[in-house]
């Protein structure tokens, strides 16, 4: 299973996202500032990663500090708000660097050395947690699909967009397994391309059959009776199960409710925020126009066209069929069914 971060010489590797399909190389991040930068910049993304990336800068910043041991709770607070500060979306960042915060103030009068050990720790089981979670999400999943199914996704939520297997690439993985996938349909999710660069290669990798296609062309394709399931991933659920992902996501929802298609989300139960009870709540990231403006340095547009460019959007939880977590599926009504599992 590919790795998407790891600790080699007190650094930080990550899989360079941006550098895929063409080449696949590893950043070092020798820095949290530079995690910072290369979490903004999507060198690396998908929720649950950045969360995990995040917590692995926190334990890398704990065991560089070379301050006064006075100084180190305000230093991990700097560190905290640094890596906070760069997505609003996934909530899984807010969730791991809580975590990792837990931890801390837990262990903060032990020797820095041990602190960091600890810190660090953490951040493994974070990784490893996560595997184990994206495999029973692929289980509970699966089982909702017929054989010969045809599937559409956006963007990217497998293997690289979390700590390996991926949350609805996972469903699509363990389906696959079982012979069930005659075809993923996978929209290639303008304008940073996560579905044609990332989804294709994760897809092709695995020898999953795939179709790309442009984002407009989805109803095109359900209306030919193409698709049997929408599965998506999710950056943040609200407490009643309306839920933000990819810009694009939403249009899918409406035209499967509009083509008779069930549509699926697949996330974690970190992605689940119940501080915000409903999606019109949940903060969407706009990101630098230049994105749209441009294509890889190619010039798309007028240089100072006005652009409107948010990163997510929201699928109010009507259009949602299920939700497929890793304690099982949820049906409506999400918001009670959502919390009991929470609890269990
Ligand atoms: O901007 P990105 O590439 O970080 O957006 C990623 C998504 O929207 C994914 O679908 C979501 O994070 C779930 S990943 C398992």
Redesign the pocket.
Known sequence: MIRTVFFEDQKLKILDQSQLPMQLAYLTCASVEELATAIKT?KL????L?GVAAAFGVAMAIADYDGPSHGLEAYFQRVKSLLAST?PT?VNLFWALERMEKVFLAKHSAHQKELALCLRNEAENMYAEDIKINQAIGEHGQALLNEDCNIMTV???GAL??CGY???LGVIRSAAIRNKIKRVWVCETRP?L?GSRLTVWELMHDKIPLTLITDSMAGYTMSLGKVDAVI????RIAANGDTA??IGTYSLAVLARHNNIPFYIA?PLSTLDFSLSNGMQIPVEERNPEEIRQLQGIQLSLPDVDVFNP??DVTPNQLITAIITEKGVIEKPFGSELKKLKQS
């Not at 998506?232 to 950056?235: N, S």
């Open positions: 999507l993304r998908g929720a649950p950045i997505r996934a963007c990217n939520a967009a979390t991926g949350t609805a940073v996560q998506t991933g999710a950056d992902n990819k996330a990163a997510f």
